[in-house]
């Protein structure tokens, strides 16, 4: 059964209006009073194809519904939202597609000045073009696809090669000179925590008093590694963006050529700097939570001289979870494994350094031996070469990674 279709609003075109309507269930606007139409029971509806109104009868003159005037002033007109009666099938809403923008009224000229933005720049075409279409404001991508015409189209894609595009691009090489520069200011900052990332390990003996210098080298290196991985993704982006551009405008090919490589040597020493200070942070972290579980086994051992077994084992559950932390941090990226050895056997000293103190509360005179030789041995190994870090570590491999990031920041700020 096919479904009823009213005549066409006059208005909006809808055509799901109910019968006898007064007004259109889309735009709202009132809708002319049906045809009335006759013909005697058993003949058809309306004249057959080829013949005259009424079927061989008269001409019925019925009063016309007068032309629609025009919406009154000021009324929106227009682009009503989607609107159908319950149970008929939403319908999309009518007035003209978003992505076209908004057209001048009839019988205006279309401006003559018209923007585009592209990668971040907003400017004024240099031409004025008043059959342009509204799509180049907002949908530069959509340009082609939506020109009015051949002839349009073709004037738009001139436009966006021939001065558009080349615009971008200069505009775009000032943006990688100003990120160069920026990258540039920062290496007295930079140089500065390289300083402290060749001595983090030359602290004092005594780890209470390590600890304030620990954390306050853990902020600075943190700092300086946030400030480095920052101009090496402006670096990256604005290489990104200039790699797109040099295909498609090759009267700027020779500029933004240079600007790449002027990036690309620049990129190579700043991720010198990044994976130098990324190692550094990793060793602070395994540092810090290490520091602190020597402070609390520095306590067990006092309690133990004084025979005090619950002091002893007092501190044993916070060095423990420390001791823990540091292993986790002990395979990150950049560190040697003598690292990780060593705080592997620490781990293995508290725990039999505990057993130790379980044991001597029980008086097992056995148990006391063997944990007692079980700590020693890890005591031991902690101490050997194979777990111990040189103290020129950090000088050896950070050193020629600063040199690689400061001949970059220097090519940077005499322009080559």
């Known amino acids: 059964m096919q479904a009823y279709q009213s005549p066409p609003c006059p208005y909006c075109g809808a055509t799901w209006n109910q019968p006898g309507a007064q007004a259109c269930a889309n735009c709202r606007n009132p809708l002319p009073p049906p045809q009335p139409t006759y013909a005697p029971p058993g003949y058809p509806q309306g004249p057959p194809p080829g013949q005259g109104q009424g079927y061989g009868y008269p001409p019925q003159n019925y009063p016309q519904q007068p032309p629609y005037p025009g919406a009154p002033p000021g009324y929106p007109g227009q682009g009503y939202p989607a609107y159908g009666p319950p149970g008929y099938p939403q319908q999309p809403g009518y007035g003209p597609d978003p992505g076209y923008g908004s057209y001048p009224p009839p019988g205006q000229p279309a401006p003559a000045g018209t923007t585009l933005t592209l990668f971040g720049q907003t400017f004024t075409l240099p031409v004025a073009l008043p059959a342009l279409p509204p799509a180049l404001l907002q949908y530069p991508q959509r340009i082609v696809k939506r020109a009015a015409g051949p002839a349009v189209g073709l004037v738009v894609v001139l436009v966006l090669f021939v001065a558009v595009v080349p615009a971008v691009a200069s505009g775009q090489i000032s943006a990688a000179s100003q990120s160069l520069k920026t990258a540039a200011s920062h290496q007295d900052k930079i140089d500065a925590v390289f300083t402290q990332a060749l001595t983090l390990r030359a602290s004092p003996a005594d780890p209470t008093a390590a600890k304030a210098q620990f954390d306050k080298l853990a902020k600075s290196l943190n700092d300086g590694l946030g400030l480095v991985q920052s101009d090496e993704a402006a670096l990256t982006s604005i290489d990104q963006r200039l790699t797109v551009l040099q295909f498609v405008t090759p009267s700027k090919s020779a500029s933004i050529a240079d600007a790449r490589r002027r990036l690309s040597a620049a990129l190579a020493g700043v991720k010198q700097a990044d994976q130098a200070l990324t190692a550094a942070v990793n060793e602070i972290r395994v ?45 990150a990226a950049g560190l040697p494994p003598q690292i990780a050895r060593q705080v592997s056997s620490f781990s293995d000293v508290l725990t039999n350094t505990e057993s130790l103190v379980q044991a001597i509360q029980a008086k097992d005179s056995a148990g006391i031996k063997k944990y007692t030789d079980a700590r020693n041995a890890a005591l031991t190994a902690m101490a050997s070469p194979e777990e111990t870090v040189p103290a020129d570590y950090e000088t050896k491999t950070f050193g020629p990674m600063q040199k690689a990031y400061d001949a970059a920041m220097k090519a940077i700020k005499s322009g080559r």
Request: no cysteine; aromatic share 8%.
């Open 287 to 331: 540092i810090q939570p290490y520091n602190e579980a020597l402070i609390d086994y520095a306590k067990i051992g006092v309690a133990l001289a004084k025979r005090d077994l619950v002091g002893a084992g007092a501190p044993y559950p916070d060095a423990q979870q420390k001791i823990e932390l540091a292993l986790s941090y002990s395979h």
